[in-house]
Every structure is written in structure tokens, then in C-alpha cells.
């Protein structure tokens, strides 16, 4: 006899489907979060400019957040190359495959 139980609830218990799910939406974070990244970079960069173009304090300033901000920007975006290298070489079936 099949319930809503069984029909309904405890396919969704299975591990697999709940890694998958948590998975798939990391993912999905990890791309708006890069994307996050880069305008908020474009953006200090631009500030960073405005900086630069005062006077000599401002010079400093600015400079110093261009680094700042390209530093940032690269680590972000040289870990976001790894973890696709890993999930590449690992495949992409999730934890149990």
C-alpha cells in the first residue's frame, strides 16, 4: 500500500539527493557570489580612481585601494579556478559516485 509517506518523504531522505541538492545550490551561490565579487570590484576600482585623481593623499589612496581591490579580486577569482579544477578532476556526480 502506498502513502504519502512513502511516496513522498522518504525518497527525499535518501544522502545522495541531499547532497546533490546541497550541491547543485552552492553552486548556484558560488556563481551570484563571484558575479557580487566582480561589480563590487569594478566599483572600488572606480572609487579608487576618483581617489587618484585629488591631490597627493589621494594619490596614496587611491593606489593603495587599486591593490587592495586586484588583490582580492584574484584570490576570489584563482579559488574559483580551483575548485572547478577539483570538482573537474573529481567529476561532477557529487559525494558518492
Known amino acids: 500500500m ?23 545550490g552552492l553552486n548556484s551561490l558560488g556563481g551570484r557570489l563571484t558575479t557580487v565579487l566582480l561589480v563590487f570590484g569594478a566599483v572600488l576600482f572606480v572609487v579608487g580612481g576618483y581617489y587618484y585623481s585629488s591631490g597627493e593623499e589621494g594619490k596614496r589612496k587611491g593606489k593603495h585601494l587599486w591593490l587592495q581591490v586586484g588583490a582580492g579580486v584574484g584570490v576570489a577569482l584563482i579559488a574559483v579556478a580551483i575548485i572547478s579544477y577539483i570538482k573537474g578532476v573529481m567529476g561532477s556526480g557529487g559525494f558518492g559516485s
Open 2 to 24: 502506498k502513502t504519502w509517506f512513502t511516496t513522498q518523504v522518504l525518497p527525499s531522505l535518501y544522502l545522495n539527493d541531499a547532497f546533490d541538492n546541497i550541491s547543485s
